[in-house]
């Protein structure tokens, strides 16, 4: 099981940048998948999570309206557009696929695993 996030960068603040996860090893269409962030000093958290059909997401209050989670089961893909970014958005941004399938998807870290290396977003002001 592989989960690799890319996309990250260096963006001004109100910039734009879309994340990917590219899954491989397992079944992407029975699984919730999550993204995370960990910025320097801070403890992991979660920032939004998609259900396997794509149908439930849910957000970090922090994100919402500016960040949008989607899915491309066929392309093994899980996206975050992020817009409107912050300075407080920089992170390194984590996928990572929920524990059980078919699962309705939460922010618990703790329900996740595989995270894989994660992508750094950095936002300047």
């Known amino acids: 099981v592989q989960l690799q996030a890319s996309g990250g960068g260096l963006v001004q603040a109100g910039g734009s940048l879309r994340l990917s996860c590219a899954a491989s090893?397992?079944?992407?269409?029975?699984?919730?998948i999550g993204w995370f962030r960990q910025a320097p000093g801070k403890e992991r958290e979660g920032v939004s999570c998609?259900?396997?059909?794509?149908?439930?997401?849910d957000y970090a209050d922090s994100v919402k309206g500016r960040f949008t989670i989607s899915r491309d089961n066929a392309k093994n893909t899980v996206y975050l557009q992020m817009n409107s970014l912050k300075p407080e958005d920089t992170a390194v941004y984590y996928c990572a696929k929920a524990t059980v399938p078919i699962t309705i998807p939460t922010l618990e870290i703790g329900e996740y695993e595989y995270w894989g290396q994660g992508t750094l977003v950095t936002v300047s002001s």
């Open positions: 090893g397992f079944t992407l269409d029975y699984y919730a």
């Open positions: 998609i259900s396997n059909s794509g149908y439930s997401t």
